[in-house]
Nanobody
Framework: QVQLVESGGGLVQAGGSLRLSCAAS????????MGWFRQAPGKEQEFVAA????????YNAAVVKGRFTISRDNAKNTVSLQMNSLKPEDTAVYYC????????????????WGQGTQVTVSS
């Protein structure tokens, strides 16, 4: 079992930055593909970014490309999401997820999920 805990969310003005962190416990995530998803009120889960087990491959949703950067530190068993140039439409609960395999943009392919952290961007 893998337990994931997100942190770093909060309230920020448009144009600002936040850095989300996801701390894993229970077992090493060094062989897991990791992803970030988000869910805004009344909307479905949305893929944000993903990273391969080595960190050598990253994927970003088109709506965040050039603004968000996913990274990982396998020695610390953590994954991060650096979010710059935030927009009000980025407001959502952000979730970290892990899957035993290559990273994926599909919500259904992940095995473990954190509880989420709220990000609110004011205009």
């Amino acid at each position: 079992q893998v337990q994931l805990v997100e942190s770093g969310g909060g309230l920020v003005q448009a144009g600002g930055s936040l850095r989300l962190s996801c701390a894993a416990s229970g077992r090493t995530i060094s062989t897991y593909g990791m992803g970030w998803f988000r869910q805004a009120p009344g909307k479905e889960q949305e893929f944000v970014a993903a990273i391969s087990w080595s960190g050598g491959r990253t994927y970003n949703a088109a709506v965040v490309k050039g603004r968000f950067t996913i990274s990982r530190d396998n020695a610390k068993n953590t994954v991060s999401l650096q979010m710059n140039s935030l927009k009000p439409e980025d407001t959502a609960v952000y979730y970290c997820a892990a899957r035993n395999g290559d990273p994926s943009g599909s919500y259904y392919s992940y095995d473990y999920w954190g509880q989420g952290t709220q990000v609110t961007v004011s205009s």
